[in-house]
């Protein structure tokens, strides 16, 4: 019997470093396809291929093109599983979706009881105008307790640099992540953090990890002394410099003694002016809309806006 064009393999496939080509060109469909363009880099992709903490896999149709993706990592030792799912916009069984899920989560479970945790917390984010996603993850029987904005603030030419005012007992300076650095900003975010939703403690090791996996280049860490004590950071990645010609604040922390102090202002407007003189034409960020320390006001002060919402969803499962 002749396999019809569009069945799928029943035996979802563990994707590598060599898929990235296959992978990253699927993925900038299903970005577009929601947000008019690609909105992850290959650099991006090729670290996740390359993490053995993310298994990575890919369903193919009866021609061998990718239909459907997704992704399970577990969160360093706690119960929380982040997943990702995607299916082609133009694959005709948009319901593949949900077995997407179902898989996924199987695969968060396992890893979850191989770990000794008690519950498994899933979470993904999904594009407020993402609908197909949005059914998946209704149905699948996640809720959504928060959102994140995406902000944005456009940086002008550099013959007009980012005004950067002083604040009185702040110091801000770029870090070549010695041990000394990595190290204080690991405490910071600890500390920080914590009350924050989704937050999970990680130790130097994951921290690290976190910082490095992309290679050199790629993240940088800003730290404030305040008093001359570091109080403050923040990390800056090229996650939207190929799509976006933007840098990326991925976080940005102050211990909450010195929140008041302008720490956090010094290091945005820091990273701005170095971002402006490197050439972008832009820095985004995401920030929780429900975050404890009013972060949305402190970016709306020193000039960024909202432009897109991604939803936070999760579903929690007991383990017996």
């Known amino acids: 019997m002749t396999p019809q064009p569009h069945a799928v393999e029943p035996v979802p496939v563990r994707l590598g470093p060599d898929d990235l080509g296959d992978l990253f060109d699927f993925l900038v469909v299903c970005d577009t396809a929601v947000v008019g363009q690609a909105d992850i880099s290959e650099e991006e992709v090729a670290a996740d291929l390359r993490n053995p903490a993310v298994e990575s896999y890919g369903w193919r149709d009866a021609s061998g093109r990718l239909v459907a993706h997704g992704y399970v990592e577990r969160v360093a030792d706690s119960e929380k599983v982040v997943v990702d799912v995607y299916v082609r916009p133009d694959h005709p069984d948009q319901d593949l979706g949900l077995e997407v899920f179902r898989f996924l989560e199987e695969r968060g479970r396992v890893a979850a009881v191989a770990g000794g945790a008690g519950s498994v917390l899933y979470d993904m984010g999904a594009w407020r105008q993402d609908r197909q996603t949005r059914e998946w993850l209704r149905r699948s029987g996640y809720e959504s307790p928060t959102s994140y904005v995406r902000m944005r603030i456009d940086l002008g030419p550099t013959d007009r640099p980012v005004e950067q005012p002083g604040s009185p007992g702040v110091r801000v300076r770029r870090t070549d992540m010695d041990e000394d650095d990595l190290r204080a900003a690991h405490r910071v975010d600890s500390e ?26 790629f993240t940088q860490l800003w730290l404030a002394e305040v008093d001359g004590e570091v109080a403050g950071l923040l990390i800056g990645t090229k996650r939207f410099e190929q799509e976006h010609d933007a840098g990326y604040v991925d976080s940005l922390a102050t211990l909450p003694a010195v929140r008041g102090r302008g720490a956090g202002k010094a290091l945005l407007r820091a990273y701005f002016a170095s971002e402006q003189q490197a050439g972008r034409s832009a820095v985004l960020l995401h920030v929780d809309v429900a975050n404890v320390t009013g972060a949305l006001a402190i970016y709306e002060s020193v000039g960024m806006r909202p432009i897109e919402t991604i939803d936070a969803w999760v579903k929690r499962v007991e383990l017996p």
Do not use: K, N, Q, S
């Open 192 to 217: 920080a953090f914590v009350d924050h939703f989704g937050y999970v403690p990680v130790d130097l090791e994951h921290y690290r990890h976190r910082l490095t996996e992309h290679g050199p280049g």
